[in-house]
């Protein structure tokens, strides 16, 4: 084998490509590429979590500050859904994750933690009081 997956990932990923490409499957490194195809999943799920954190922060500090609504919120909620929507679109996979209550509780406690770091309140809701349908939907700003 050539090149060291711990000396340098991008040129090991290279040399592991070739070998694919030309059907070298005996000198192939296995077991690193198994795990970096699982990370390539990894990195999808984190990609969604924090966005949804982002945006449920956002539907929060929309909730709980009326005062600070306004075109630039209405972008930020945008942005993040439209973003949203492209990631379950690439990876639909990631759909069944909306209806997973364990991760909807994780993604909750980190939009609470991002709207009290963002805002000067402290006492929000203990569950997410929404859907992530309704979360999701771009018609939907809470009261």
Known sequence: MG???????VAWANEQAALLRAGKFSALDIEHIADE???????????LTSR???LLA??????????????NWQTALRVQREA??????????????????DWIYDIWSDAV???????????????CPWSMQQALDPEFLPD
């Not at 500050?65 to 075109?71: D, F, H, I, L, W």
């Not at 933690?113 to 569950?127: H, N, R």
Request: glycine fraction near 4%; charge should be negative.
């Open 58 to 71: 956002l539907l929060l500090r929309w909730q709980c500050q009326p005062e600070g609504r306004g075109a």
């Open 113 to 127: 933690v991002k709207a009290i770091e963002e805002t000067d309140l402290s006492v929000f809701p203990e569950a």
């Open 52 to 54: 949804m954190a982002v």
């Open 37 to 47: 195809i699982e990370d390539v999943g990894k990195s999808e799920q984190r990609e």
């Open 3 to 9: 090149m060291s997956y711990e000396t340098d990932v």
């Open 84 to 101: 949203i929507d492209r990631r379950l679109n690439w990876t639909p996979s990631l759909r069944s994750m909306l209806h997973d209550n």
